[in-house]
Structures are given as C-alpha cells and as structure tokens.
C-alpha cells in the first residue's frame, strides 16, 4: 500500500514539473515587469503592472486572465474598467518599459564619450540620459509614465559617462576644467 502511494505522488510531482511548473514560469516571465501604455481614458501615458501570480493560476485553469496590480493613475482610478489589459495582451513585449528603453538606445551613440550602446547591462551598468539642463540623471529618478516625453526631451548617456558627470557636479573642486573640456566637449555642442 505504501508503494502505491509512493507511486501517486511520484506522478503527481511529475505532472507538476513538466505540465503546471512551465506555465506558471512562462507567464511570469511574460507579464512581469512595469509597463507603458496608452490609457484609453486619458489618451496620456501610464505605468502599470499585471498580477503576475493572477495570470499564472488562471492560466493552469485553462485561460490565461489578465488584471493589473498597480497603475499610477491609481488609487483615484481605483476601479476602472483596465480597458488598456487589451494594448498588453496584444502586444506585451512592446509596451514593456525596459524594452521600450531598449530600444531608444539601439543605434544611438553616448553623448559624451560616442561610443555606441551595445549590449546594455541592466543589472549593473544601466545608461542614463542627459535632460535639457544637462544634468545627467538615472532611470530610476524618472517615473514611468514619463518616459514617452522623457525620451523626446533628453540624450542618451552611458554608465561610465554618467558616473563620471556626477562625480564631477558633486566634486566639482576636484576635478579639472581640461579634463572635462576633453572628454564632454561633444555634449555641450
Ligand atoms: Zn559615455
């Protein structure tokens, strides 16, 4: 009798780890992840995440069910219809934030140093952007829902570029004036 047990729950493992572990993986690598849609309300951008963990059980129900866990219009829009779940569900790669990001930098140059972004890190070296009072500033100062008009406004910076630019406004007694000329003479053209 024990064997049999043994037996069933071996199975049940099983089925787990080849049926119902791929799903709920697959979904959350598909809609994890802040997002930049159009709300259909305002015609303005917005930042949302999907409930992830929602998607996933849905899923192992048959169909994938998409609700949103956070949006920036929210707590006052609270209870909206989530009518913008359509621009994620037909595009989710598209609306993503960081791809968006992504894609901005591909093809474009450093504005400082020129040199080309090419397998951006962005676990540790994440690039930066230069706004229209040429400070230099990270994604993470910049609210989500911005970044269609951050991205009109403002020039690509990498890493190293970006560290050095705020060492030098923060130090600015220990850096040298022909240092600086040198190296940020392209941004200031
Ligand atoms: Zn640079």
């Avoid at 709300?39 to 048959?62: F, I, M, N, Q, Y």
């Amino acid at each position: 009798m024990t064997a049999e047990i043994y037996l069933v729950v071996l199975m049940l493992v099983l089925v787990a780890l080849f049926f119902i572990v791929p799903r709920l993986v697959g979904n959350w690598l598909k809609y994890r992840g802040t997002r930049v849609i159009i709300c259909p309300e305002t015609r303005r951008p917005a930042a949302v995440e999907v409930d992830t963990r929602h998607a996933e059980w849905s899923s192992l129900a048959g169909q994938t069910d998409l609700r949103l866990k956070n949006c920036t219009r929210w707590p006052e829009k609270k209870d909206c219809g989530q009518e913008c779940l359509l621009q994620i569900e037909l595009a989710p790669e598209e609306c993503l934030a960081r791809n968006i990001l992504t894609r901005w930098y591909d093809q474009k140059k450093c504005v400082y140093c020129a040199r080309p972004f090419e397998d951006i890190d962005w676990a540790a070296h994440k690039p930066a952007l230069m706004g229209p009072d040429r400070k230099t500033v990270e994604w993470s100062e910049i609210p989500p829902e911005t970044i269609p008009d951050v991205l009109k406004t403002h020039l690509p910076v990498c890493w190293s570029c970006h560290i050095m630019e705020t060492f030098r406004r923060e130090h600015a007694d220990l850096v040298t004036d022909r240092d600086y000329d040198a190296r940020g003479k392209a941004a200031r053209v």
